[in-house]
């Protein structure tokens, strides 16, 4: 079993910054593959960034492409979301997930992590 915690959630204005942290727990992170995904009110989890196990791999949304940045501190067992330029539109709760894998395959689908965090409110306002 893993556990996720996220943090580094607030409120923030448009065009502003914000970075985000998953801290785990419970198992060797190294071979885990991360994402971030969120949520805003009405509306479905959607994926935002994932990160394979080693870093060499990262993957967006259209959405926030050149935007945020996604990376993983094995040693610290921390994935981190930057997130720059912000917008209204990226208002969420904002969920951390793992999956213990060595494939990059599939880590843009939600159904593919085994662990979530409880996530973190981002408001970003106008």
């Known amino acids: 079993q893993v556990q996720l915690v996220e943090s580094g959630g607030g409120l923030v204005q448009a065009g502003g910054s914000l970075r985000l942290f998953c801290s785990a727990s419970g198992r060797t992170f190294t071979n885990y593959a991360m994402g971030w995904y969120r949520q805003a009110t009405g509306k479905e989890r959607e994926f935002v960034a994932a990160?394979?196990?080693?870093?060499?791999?990262?993957y967006y949304a259209d959405s926030v492409k050149g935007r945020f940045t996604i990376s993983k501190d094995n040693a610290k067992n921390t994935v981190y979301l930057q997130m720059n330029s912000l917008k209204p539109e990226d208002t969420a709760v904002y969920h951390c997930a793992a999956k213990a894998t060595y494939s990059s395959n599939f880590l843009t689908t939600r159904t593919r992590y085994d662990f979530w965090g409880q996530g973190t409110q981002v408001t970003v306002s106008s």
């Open positions: 990160i394979n196990w080693n870093g060499d791999n990262t």
